[in-house]
């Protein structure tokens, strides 16, 4: 029997997970044995040990998902959309111990996972479910003959999943790649690798053969890079940093130019014109830089409010976030509002852009500061008349931190907002049809809401533009980065 880690979870239940490597079905330890540990943010403290993959338990990884292709690719579409729906069940079924896993090695609110992330992943993977029996071609006329196209699994794929909403983002993944007849190796983020172990378990409860699935733990340094450069990985999928991002191309394009997709960072704009719904503005601004502490790629990080309700934006902002207070604590418990962010490192990182913000000329409306002495715990921040160079206005923090700044009119705004780097997400307020049409078009940006921040569906792609990344999660066009496209053509001889 593989080790064991025990976690105490919500309303003190117990939940216990392998510590190994899930390769082939089976949970082992590391080849060389290393390990990785993993902390509680909301202590500090250790949480335990668990098995770190190096070169080699990648390469295990990977023979085994060749041979679990080899199973899977004939496996019908009906077949494999029945296991999906059974991974879907049980992880409906296994809500309570996964939500507390995320909210003891990740700090997201277990509220937060049991009653969105979760529910979305589940959701994900029915979808994909309907989409496996589906994987059609096209018929075509061309000179001389006619042709038809095939839509083909890749093979051997990988996903590289990060630390905010772990199980949901994985999913993304998972459900696609699966449904198109995959194979797929994910490594989960050193910083909340339990919901991984745990997910493995249900896996292998599903029915899902041997090798169609592994999931292995370890840095990214070591397994990440390993993945990244092996030759018979063909696919390769990361949701991270742009840093992180570069590296991943670069190693495509020294080993085996594997397909790469990539949902890298955002600094999403939120647009508040003078017509707008201003209570619906203010809740979902809010809601769009303090949910899972800002930790979110897709987070409204830059507030452009139009001059004519600026100062009444500002103070009526304060007074929300006045009226709102924050309990910070335990994610586990119902009643916290805040947990911690995801790690010291994490923490750090924060409280050095809030200093930048205070010396960059920006007005400090509240937070400002660390909350506590025990755990990764950050007030609810936001600046007022923020530069547009500022550092804080730039710079995505991934933290909850919101630059506010004003505009004039709507082609200012536009420039504005897409005088950044990324363009990922976006947001627009405002009661104009016409006018949200028009701006919704000219953001440079992945998606645009309007009335409203995120929105996530499982129909509807998302994914970024410019150095937020390429490819899409969900939607029907997610499906076009796990397959390939092969076309066959018949030459039709002239009657003589």
């Known amino acids: 029997m593989s080790p064991s880690l025990t976690i105490i979870g919500v309303q003190g239940r117990q939940v216990t997970v392998p510590t190994g490597l899930f390769i082939h079905n089976e949970f082992a330890p590391s080849t060389t044995g290393q390990t990785l540990a993993v902390e509680n943010p ?31 690719k004939s496996v019908s579409g ?22 507390s896993l995320e909210a003891v090695d990740a700090g997201t609110l277990y509220t937060d996972s049991v009653g969105l992330n979760i529910p979305q992943a589940v959701g994900c993977l029915r979808y994909y479910a309907g989409w496996a029996d589906k994987m059609d071609g096209k018929s075509l006329e061309m000179d001389g003959g006619v042709a038809y196209t095939h839509r083909e699994p890749i093979g051997v794929c990988a996903a590289i999943v990060p630390w905010n909403a772990p199980l949901m983002i994985t999913i ?34 599903a029915g899902i053969p041997a090798g169609v699935v592994n999931i292995v733990t370890g840095d990214g340094a070591s397994a990440g890079q390993a993945l990244s450069e092996h030759m018979e990985v ?52 809010r809601i769009g830089i303090t949910a899972n502490n800002g930790q979110i790629c897709a987070a409204g990080s830059r507030i452009y409010v139009q001059d004519g309700i600026y100062d009444r934006f500002i103070e009526a902002y304060k007074q929300a976030a006045a009226n709102a207070p924050t309990v910070a ?15 010291c490192a994490q923490h750090q990182k924060v409280m050095d852009y809030i200093r930048q913000g205070k010396q960059s000329g920006a007005k400090l409306l509240f937070g400002g500061e660390q909350i506590g002495k025990k755990g990764y715990f950050v007030q609810n921040t936001a600046f007022a008349d923020v530069p547009d160079n500022a550092t ?72 970024g533009v410019k150095e937020s990344g390429f490819g899409r999660d969900m939607g029907e066009e997610a499906l076009d980065g796990w397959t390939t496209v092969k076309a066959v053509k018949y030459h039709i001889f002239p009657r003589l």
């Open 42 to 72: 909301t202590t500090g403290e250790s949480l335990g040990t668990i098995s770190a993959a190096g070169p080699e338990d990648i390469d295990r990884a990977v023979q085994s998902a060749k041979a679990g292709f080899e199973t899977w």
């Open 78 to 99: 009906p077949a494999k959309a029945r296991l999906l729906l059974k991974l879907a069940d049980l992880i409906e079924q296994d809500v309570q111990n996964l939500g």
């Open 172 to 205: 993304w993944k998972l459900a696609p790649a699966l449904a198109a007849g995959n194979a797929l190796i994910i490594k989960s983020s050193e910083l909340s690798p339990l919901y991984a172990l745990r997910l493995a378990e249900l896996v292998k409860e």
């Open 234 to 285: 063909r696919k390769l999928a990361f949701t991270g940093s742009s840093v992180a991002g570069r590296k991943i191309m670069q190693a495509a394009s020294r080993t085996n130019l594997k397909k790469v997709s990539l949902e890298l960072g955002g600094k999403g704009p939120s647009i508040v014109f003078d017509d707008c719904d201003l209570e619906n503005a203010l809740l979902w601004t």
């Open 329 to 343: 604590g335990n994610p586990l418990d119902t009643a916290t509002t805040k947990g911690p962010v995801v790690s």
């Open 392 to 463: 804080i206005m730039r710079e995505e923090i991934f933290g909850p931190v919101a630059s506010i700044a004003k505009f004039s009119t709507e082609e200012e705004v536009v420039a504005k907002a897409n005088d950044s780097l990324h363009g990922l997400s976006a947001a627009i307020f405002t009661n104009d049809i016409s006018r949200a049409h028009r701006v919704a078009k000219a953001i440079e940006s992945g998606q645009v809401t309007v009335n409203a921040w995120a929105m996530l569906s499982p129909n509807v792609p998302f994914g």
